[in-house]
């Protein structure tokens, strides 16, 4: 159960505040009060790290200012950034939207420099978030150990800049706890994303409208369930799952995150005989031939739904 946000992880490992940590319970002064990561306070509640690590919210996440205090101070300051995001990248920064659904916070913004120049956040922190938010996010899988290095890295370079600044819940639980979710994890932390179930909204929102009965509030939320389980099935969902993942945007994995990644084993079992099979056809081989075999299953996979259906 991985396809949930940060509320629904509350309430399933029963944390007592949204502000606390909902894996080890640790409080926002001990996040900052204790300084190593490996500290027994930190350790996670049991069955806490099945619930993956929620990569989109994340994202959005990562750097939410929450202050009452000084506020018009914060209010000039982010009027101030704003105008700027507007002016020097075009883009506009949690401002509410005009169909009234949420605000606008851009994720995708790729010029760390400007970036870090509009908010006078550090560079170095920003380079560090920036390879944590991407390693946590992408389908490959990752050292966990390395990442767990990386992540006390960050911490110290938060500690010593920001020390002023109460770490968020969202921030201690990617620094300290990602690696354990991630070593907990059967498949790369990336594949567990809730951004599939994120991406079911739209069509909700079209369901209610075309798809169900309008004569009662519970018909109509019945129609949509109903509407949701048939084409979660896994033979309607697989149709035209080419054109989506030639429509799906894709990004260069950073070469910071490629060093994080965990190689693949060479099988002790390889002799020479099974390989000598492959001599042959050796000029038709590239070196990259394991990414092209899976592409090849999943298109013939694909070639026998379409014959089924036929
Ligand atoms: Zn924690």
Known sequence: MTLIDGKVLNILTGANSTQSCPICGASPKQFMSIRDLKSPVFEPKPSTLKYGVSPLHVWIRFLEVRSPEEKNTIKQRKQEIQKNFWEK???????PKSNGCGSTNDENIANLELFASITNIDIDLLRHFHIILVSISCEFRINFKKFNDFCIDTADLYFNKYDWYPMSATVHKILVHSAQIM??????????????????????????IAHARKNSRSNNIVD?????????DPLLSSICLNNRTKNKLIRRVPHKVTELLELPAVPDNLDVASTSRHEDDDENCSSDDDIGMLSEYSFELEVDIEQDLE
């Open 89 to 95: 990248m075009g883009l506009h920064i949690n401002k």
């Open 224 to 232: 949509v369930f109903n509407r949701a389980m048939d084409s979660s």
């Open 183 to 208: 070593e907990a994890s059967l498949v790369p932390i990336g594949c567990l994303g809730e951004n599939a179930s994120e991406a079911r909204n739209k069509f909700f929102k079209k369901d209610r």
